[in-house]
């Protein structure tokens, strides 16, 4: 290598690291000029870091580990996701049915909060406000979804048995959490009816906060329905909060686990119930193999961000 290249890759390096120091100096300042505000944001940073950043950044370690919470970590390097990929079969069928739940209840649960919001925002106040706790209110109750087994019960006490053996269309009971024909939906409706919640409350706030001069005006540039007007004035003035919405959906859906485990029992049969959150919770709450339950963790965290990753993409805004 010449003296002029070494020369010219030097003062590179050198330029490189002149603009890198400017920038950390514009940093400093910057934070020094609103240091109230961080100064305000720092008990959820804390927190954030504390409870979210460290347990990930802590599972991602453990990930290349044997940990069985007794004994110190014994590192393994890759050896636990080759196990996964190669050696784990009930994983992958937690891959597939988790991807099941996620791209049926994420998207339709979307647009279910969408539309329903778009319908309430229509009504009377006071009816309003009364639909808008009826919608939210499955949310609020973590455990709330236990009355799906009384109606699914797989006896004749059981609602939906005792109806349809009442009108004669059944004669014996169907087994409904526990018979793979049935209980893979049972699992989505019920799903999709929990699911209207975060979204379905940003949307409800982002319809009132609509400029509704850009209506008006849309009437006079010839705007002829409400469909009309909510694709080409509502939507677009709602992008900020479609894309939290579509985050917080998604990112719900990947995270199922205790409504099959509740419902369907653990495991279920023939793994249709099975994903990958209950996976996580055999490995790492029955079978105390920490360091694999945290790379099944650390997966799924990372399918998520990409998930979002393409979310943002797709409904990114112009601002």
């Known amino acids: 290598m010449s003296t002029q290249t070494l020369t010219n890759q030097t003062e590179i390096k050198q330029s490189k690291f002149k603009l890198w120091k400017a920038d950390v100096k514009h940093t400093v300042s910057e934070m020094k000029k609103n240091k109230v505000s961080y100064l305000m944001m720092a008990p959820f940073l804390t927190l954030f870091c504390l409870f979210t950043v460290l347990p990930i950044l802590s599972s991602m370690v453990l990930s290349f580990t044997y940990f069985n919470m ?28 988790t991807l099941v739940f996620a791209f049926l209840t994420g998207p339709v649960s979307y647009l279910l909060c969408f539309v329903f919001a778009w319908f309430i925002n229509e009504l009377t106040p006071k009816i309003r406000a ?36 009442k009108l004669n269309i059944i004669d014996t009971p169907i087994q409904w959490l526990t018979d793979v024909n049935y209980n893979v939906g049972i699992i989505i409706m019920i799903q999709l009816w929990l699911s209207l ?33 909510l694709v080409y004035i509502t939507i677009p003035q709602m992008k900020n909060i479609l894309l939290f919405g579509a985050v917080m959906q998604i990112s719900s859906a990947f995270a199922v686990g205790p409504v099959p485990m509740a419902l369907g029992g653990f495991p279920s049969t023939d ?9 996580i919770y055999d490995y790492g709450q029955v079978r105390y ?4 339950a945290s790379a099944i963790a650390f997966l799924l965290c990372l399918a998520m961000i990409g998930t979002n990753k393409v979310i943002q993409k797709l409904l990114k805004t112009n601002d």
């Open 197 to 229: 919640g975060t979204s379905f409350l940003a949307f409800m706030a982002g319809f009132k906060s609509l400029d509704h001069s850009l209506c008006e005006a849309g009437a006079i540039d010839g705007i002829k329905n409400r469909f009309q007007e």
């Open 70 to 97: 007794l004994e110190i970590p014994e590192w393994r390097g890759l050896y636990n996701y080759v196990r996964l990929f190669l050696e784990d079969d009930i994983f992958l069928i937690a891959i597939k049915n």
């Open 271 to 279: 793994y249709s119930l099975h994903t990958v959150m209950v996976h």
């Open 130 to 165: 009364f639909m808008t706790l009826v919608f939210y209110a499955p949310s609020m109750c973590t455990s709330i979804y236990v009355i799906w087994t009384y109606i699914f019960d797989g006896d004749s006490y059981g609602l939906a048995n005792a109806y349809l053996m």
């Open 289 to 292: 193999e920490m360091g694999y």
